[in-house]
């Protein structure tokens, strides 16, 4: 889990701490214009987009604690758990390509059904 | 990605690669008697609860892609996309911990919308 000899790891770690740090312009700084997103519900292209799926996502969010975080020059993986207004315990993985400290790609793993659930439960 | 280095990392993908290929049995000599596995649906508790996890999930599967896999003495993550007979892609990410070769702890994050969508559909 040293993030020193590791740029993508370096990248993706200042990434994650800026979004659950409720600093999404700050997160915003790590992601390329370009970013391909493969999400639970389909691929996203872009910055606008990726900001759209992360922006409420940040808003419901109350904790996070990182589980694991490993990387390469050009590759990072974080496990982390979350907590959310919805859902105490929603816990994620981000596989992310990095070029020039910016991530370029991404794939993004976590579980969709309590929140589909805790939905239809507000009505 | 390489695994020489890291003693956790050869039993996760010793573990991947064992029930990618339908061998149950094998994959399952990896696993600690007394694993905690944190699923989707809750905690894991033992051999025979994780075995009664991961059975029906090898059933229907029809393919598997590693896209990530990185670690160091006593934790691993790897991130791969599956082919399964109800939904034709299924990301995952586990991140274990290993001690003496066997996995003793497992974080298993993959998205149960689609899976219970299908279950739905069908009737």
Known sequence: MTEAGS???RTALAYFR????????RAM???????????PAGVLKGADAYRGFMAPFVQ????????AA???????VIVYDT????????????CVTVVNGK?????????R???????????
Chains 1, 2 share one sequence.
């Not at 800026?18 to 312009?25: E, F, M, N, P, Q």
């Open 103 to 111: 991530i370029t790609g991404s794939r993004f793993i976590f579980d």
């Open 83 to 94: 907590r959310t207004v919805p859902v105490p315990s929603a816990p994620a993985a981000e």
């Open 70 to 76: 490993f990387g390469d020059d050009t590759t990072a």
């Open 113 to 123: 059904l309590p929140f589909d659930t805790a939905r239809k439960t507000q009505g």
């Open 29 to 39: 700084s790590y992601i390329d214009d370009d970013i391909v997103c493969h999400a």
């Open 18 to 25: 800026a979004w659950t740090s409720h600093d999404l312009d």
């Open 60 to 67: 419901i969010l109350t904790g996070s604690e990182l589980l």
């Open 7 to 9: 740029p993508a790891l």
